[in-house]
């Protein structure tokens, strides 16, 4: 089991929160409520199960900023994309839209299977390391259509802390140190810009209470990752409307972090989930190795599947938990056998 190294994750922390601080006091900045929420979600393969290998550890805080107003400055970079590509509609064909940003930062963490190995095993997966900060801008239309455009940068290699992140936890808890880190991917700044359209689907129930079913379909591209992506989670419970799923870090069945508390019928909300994701990928830097330097590399599998299944509890606005587990195929050549991710997340308002 690995966690993240607090102190770079509290600086860029306080960095993002500084910015979201900064912004929302900007002038002719107008939101329709004045409560922003936080999450952090922890995907580990160690947590509901022992393992320590592939995509083992994955850090991730945002903060969800509420409706913003129509002469919200932020409103600005919506207008930008959308008439620039055919997104963030504005011409009156939905009756009722919502509007919101995000800021985030994060730190995922890769390693081989065996760590007692220096030099590792060129037949696994290499030793790599990925930190970065990024904004999201998700419009809601007709409470049944959510589009969400998100930029990812950072830095790939020793300047994002993977050695420190696990050989540190390591070293606390007396757990035997990584060996071959000094073999990771190279340092290269990076960055990613997603897009992405979902749906909710009533099946059973008036849309809200009961069952439904949230396809969804997009594309990434960047040189951390380039890829395809379409799938579909189905839902069973209580308040559905507040959100399209819980979110999860890249790449994923996407969730995002949208969570509208004005569709809440009453305090409580619930729901299981099941879903499956596949995707087409041109680009994996952490099998692929670094973009213009030799660095430690794999042949990756082109196509990769997610399932996943999991319980979201949330009580009014105030909180949140997200229990989940997600299979994945096999992402690269040698690979002998699907990974296994566990997610934990809470959130809450301030």
Same mark, same amino acid.
Not at 141 to 147: A, G, K, Q, T, V
Not at 187 to 193: A, I, Q, R, V, W
């Given at each position: 089991m690995i966690a993240f190294n607090i102190m770079p994750a509290v600086r860029l922390l306080t960095l993002s929160l500084a910015s979201c601080c900064a912004l929302s006091a900007m002038p002719g900045i107008a939101r329709a409520d004045d409560s922003d929420r936080i999450s952090v979600l922890e995907e580990n393969d160690s947590l509901?199960?022992?393992?320590?290998?592939?995509?083992?550890?994955?850090?991730?805080?945002?903060?969800?900023?509420?409706?913003?107003?129509?002469?919200?400055?932020?409103?600005?970079?919506f207008d930008l994309a959308g008439g620039i590509a055919p997104i963030f509609s504005q011409d009156g064909g939905a009756t009722e839209q919502s509007r919101r940003y995000a800021l985030f930062l994060g730190q995922s963490v890769f390693t081989p299977k065996n760590l007692t190995l220096r030099p590792p095993d060129s037949l696994d997966r290499p030793y790599g390391g990925w930190l970065y900060v990024g904004a999201s801008l998700l419009q809601e239309?007709?409470?049944?259509?959510?589009?969400n455009l998100e930029l990812d940068? @950072?830095?790939?290699?020793?300047?994002?802390?993977?050695? %420190? !992140?696990?050989?540190?936890?390591?070293?606390?808890?007396? #757990?035997?140190q990584a060996q071959g880190w000094s073999?990771?991917?190279?340092?290269?700044?990076?960055?990613?810009?997603s897009y992405e359209r979902l749906w909710r689907l009533s099946l059973i129930g008036d849309g809200n209470n009961g069952i439904d079913i949230v396809p969804q379909f997009g594309a990434t591209v960047?040189?951390?990752?380039?890829?395809?992506?379409? @799938?579909?989670?189905?839902?069973?419970?209580?308040?559905? %409307? !507040?959100?399209?799923?819980?979110?999860?870090?890249?790449? #994923?069945?996407?969730?995002t972090d949208y969570f509208d508390s004005s569709h809440l019928d009453g305090n409580l909300g619930f729901y299981v989930f099941a879903g499956v994701q596949g995707r087409v990928v041109g680009r994996n830097i952490f099998l692929d190795g670094n973009s213009f330097r030799q660095s430690p590399n794999i042949g990756k599998k082109t196509l990769v599947a997610d399932l996943e299944a999991g319980l979201a509890l949330f009580w009014s606005k105030d909180w949140r938990v997200d229990f989940s587990a997600v299979r994945r195929t096999r992402e690269f050549e040698e690979q002998r056998s699907p990974d296994v991710i566990c997610t934990a997340a809470l959130a809450f308002s301030w």
């Open positions: 509901y199960f022992n393992s320590d290998k592939h995509y083992t550890q994955g850090l991730r805080l945002s903060d969800l900023a509420p409706d913003i107003g129509a002469q919200s400055a932020w409103n600005g970079p239309s007709n409470r049944h259509m959510l589009e940068v @950072g830095v790939v290699g020793p300047g994002a802390f993977g050695k %420190q !992140t696990q050989n540190d936890f390591h070293q606390l808890i007396g #757990a035997a073999h990771q991917i190279q340092n290269e700044p990076g960055g990613m810009l960047g040189n951390i990752f380039t890829y395809g992506e379409t @799938g579909a989670l189905l839902r069973i419970g209580k308040n559905l %409307q !507040t959100d399209y799923g819980p979110a999860r870090i890249r790449p #994923a069945l996407s969730g």
